[in-house]
């Protein structure tokens, strides 16, 4: 509702229709009798991003020398004239010490200076018998705080194969976390390009819309089970993962500000960011208006995934009343769910696309799956059947029609396609996935099988990609001595690729 006020505020007031309006908590509460209710907006005009936004002119600093300095590793680094000059070094240094690192400004060159850490003896039993208790598995079935969401990703990185750091930061400074499921070698060191190289990866991202609380439980829970299960060390033999559990931080702060006193409310307004904004759309730009949506790209661009699963979720409860002066026109398709789950995946429905075969394997893949878990089944075919007869069967025109039996697969909707990784970078990605429940704000029962629904893709996906041959490092002589290292992509993904 308060979407569409602002779409006519903007038009009434002649204003692009792209203003945004803020970050806006709606609270209601009973006016004393008599009284006319009313609403006062101020608005202060948005000038630029913050400069975390873009990107650091050191990118282009280079490494003048490396030396030991007392059994340290010292790094001279070239800072450039105009950073010196305008006090960015400073700034440069005390955000890195901020961050633990020891980086000060050679007075005699103006250079910098980075001091790595002394190298401490090696840890026993970090992959041995030493090892800390190893972390329990994350609860489905319970809405995490961000801050439980912050230390159990900690706790998660204790375990073997997993790393976990911090990907970057939202506009009100929140830190956004990524974790990596990566088999380390006996040295437990892991190589990321000889990883990404040789085997497929997988990027979930969790959690975009706050207010869809589920993919985060279910992004912890894979984490764990790639790393504390037998099943997930046998698939990490033929795949990479790299997840977000919580992109958008933000908006869970919001949603959590929002959540006592309306624990079952949708809650709306905390499905964007601290302005209010969707922002799939800045993944493309650079640089984008929020520093939130420069974690996809750059796992993207660290990993580059041959496959992404983007988990969101729908309405489960306080449908939109058509007649009651609350039913938002734009979103009249969701007026209540049409299934439980149902998954969106580009060139579903475009069989010439080079594409269009790897999206009919994965469907199946992940149809298999959910449909093996039958209490996933149950609420789908009754949530189904709801839909048709209450919504499909009067307005077909408004209410599309759901997958049958199975699960229900839809193609990306033409205004999304653009912001859809797999379109975008095919076919070094071959398909983003959209996973959809009936997630927004729920609890108990029924969130605990949102997650469910949202791993149980997630694994689906995995075992689709570690069916996938992984590339081969070769090793040749050359003649007159040396060495020369080469890759060799595996036979289905090469095939994909000159397709493409
Ligand atoms: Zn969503």
Redesign the pocket.
Known sequence: MLLDHFRVFAEKHGLPAESQFGRILPRVSAAAAGERPEARFRARPFTQAPASCSVAPAAAARIASIGMQAGRLGFEIEAGEPLAANGMAEELCRRARSRGLDLGIDARTGGFIFRAARPRPPAIGRHGTARKAAPPAPPLDRLLPMREVGRRVRRLADLPHLSAWQAGASWQGRGIWALEAVLAGGGGLVSLARARLLKPTLLMNAR??AN?VSSTSAALRLAWELAATPWGREALKRVNVAIVPLENADGVATLEELLPGCADHKLHAA?YNALGVEWYGDYFLEPPRFPEARVKPLLWRRWLPLLILDA???PSHEWDQPFSGYAPGRFRQFWIPRAFVYAIVPFIEEPSHAGHGPARQISRAMDRAISADRDIQKLDRELKDRYVRYARAWEPEVFPPTGGRGLTVLPSEKRLAGLNFGVQRFPVTVSEI?T?VTDEVVSGRLLELCARAHLTAAKALLEWLGRQAGGKLARRQIPHGGICLEWKAGKKYSGLRTEG
């Open positions: 975009h819309h869809e499905r969101h979720g729908v959209v959809e």
